[in-house]
């Protein structure tokens, strides 16, 4: 095992130079991450960033943005299904290919529900 007898200095080609940038750049810059998050990024000596302005903006937009709102569904959700009679609404699932095979070899398992009685049946 060998050992480093003299220190490292910037001279010797290592870059030890930071980006600096204001917290609200920094924050845009990393994907809209949260100002605390940012700062304790900028704490750590490796993360090669130091933020040279703490002021923040006003949160709403970036916490607007980030919200998402679920399509409707332009197919039909059951809701209007005839559910009051047996069969009248029968879902099912594949499942597969899984490992390992079951003891007759099958890699693959389907599951049918009948939604008035509850009634289960898988192949």
Not at 1 to 4: D, Q
Not at 105 to 119: A, C, L, P
């Given at each position: 095992?060998?050992?480093?007898d ?13 980006e ?32 040279t ?71």
């Open positions: 095992m060998a050992a480093l003299r220190e490292v200095s910037a001279a010797d080609g290592v870059d030890s130079s930071k600096k940038g204001s917290l609200v750049e920094f924050h845009k810059r990393l994907g809209h991450l949260s100002y605390e998050a940012v700062e304790r990024l900028a704490q750590d000596p490796s993360s090669g960033i130091e933020i302005d703490h002021r923040r903006e006003n949160g709403l937009t970036c916490a607007q943005g980030k919200q998402s709102k679920n399509t409707q569904s332009k197919r039909d959700t059951g809701e209007h299904s005839p559910i009051d009679r047996v069969g009248g609404v029968i879902c099912y699932d594949l499942m597969g290919p899984m490992t390992p095979r079951d003891r007759h070899g099958n890699r693959y398992m389907v599951n049918f529900v009948d939604h008035k009685s509850n009634y289960c049946r898988v192949f």
